[in-house]
């Protein structure tokens, strides 16, 4: 018997043993995290629809591209839309989000893993989708910044309309507030202006917006039908689309 076992507490682990248990541990948990954690944290962008003049300007690059019906978006990239143009652009992961350019309007895509565009110019129609709940969809402008969870909008560089749910907005004065359903604010630079009702007819050409959702498929140029990768196509019931508008409960909520 070695003598210096008679002086180790019952249950102890030799040292040398602990150090390779724990990198054992370390390597384990590193793996798992590259492997069970990126299927999580995966999006899907794409541009759904096109109508018109629209490009496309890559990250890091000076000149636009015409874009394509199916084309991958890229974290970063901008969307430009001509005159009496206009382009559908969706996001697909833990949340999903469908954003209309009008015609004459730029967005830029967040860089970022929190899913967002920055409205450079013109206006949009937002709807969002979180199922799970616990995160916001952002729409950012030099004036402010949006945080919605399930709902939808119409935003200007000017206004942010909430047509469906509730909003949270930060504008460039570090000042917040909730904007509820069926109210506008006009943003001015530093503080919130007037706060309206949204129009009639605005309201019911969002609601045409989100329901021709419906038969928008969720697909990419990369993933054709029957591949193992593609998203599920859609279908005439609106509880079995990719991308669902079955209606949510409208709570008001702030981010953290």
């Given amino acids: 018997m070695n003598p210096s076992s008679l002086f180790r507490k019952p249950g102890a682990i030799a040292f040398p043993n602990f150090l390779l248990i ?8 590193s793996f798992a995290g590259e492997v069970l954690g990126a299927p999580q944290t995966a999006e899907l962008m794409k541009i759904v629809s096109i109508e018109g003049d629209v490009k496309i300007k890559a990250p890091g ?3 636009s591209r015409p874009a394509v019906k199916g084309g991958k978006v890229e974290k ?3 969307l430009i839309t001509g005159r009496d143009s206009s382009c559908l652009f969706g996001l697909k992961g833990k949340m999903q989000a469908y954003t209309r350019l009008f015609s004459d309007s730029r967005i830029s895509v967040s860089p970022s893993d929190n899913p967002s565009v920055k409205l450079l110019s013109g206006k949009i129609f937002v709807y969002c989708k979180n199922p799970e709940g616990g995160s916001f969809f952002q729409v950012r402008t030099p004036n402010s910044v949006l945080s919605i969870s399930n709902g939808g909008l119409c935003q200007t560089m000017s206004d942010v309309l909430i ?13 917040a507030r909730d904007i509820f359903e069926g ?21 019911a050409d969002w609601y045409e917006f989100k329901l021709s959702l419906k038969d928008k498929e ?15 196509e859609s279908k005439t019931d609106a509880t079995s689309t990719a991308f669902s508008t079955e209606e949510e409960p409208s709570t008001p909520s702030t981010p953290p």
């Fill in 22 to 29: 724990s990198f054992l541990v370390f390597l384990f948990l």
């Fill in 61 to 63: 690059v000076v000149e």
């Fill in 76 to 78: 970063g990239a901008e």
């Fill in 163 to 175: 047509i469906q749910g509730t909003a949270h907005v930060i504008n460039s004065g570090s000042q």
């Fill in 183 to 203: 109210k506008g604010v006009h943003l001015d630079v530093g503080r919130f202006g007037r706060e309206f009702n949204v129009p009639d007819d605005l309201v």
């Fill in 218 to 232: 969720f697909q990419t140029a990369e993933n054709p039908k029957g591949s193992a990768n593609a998203l599920p």
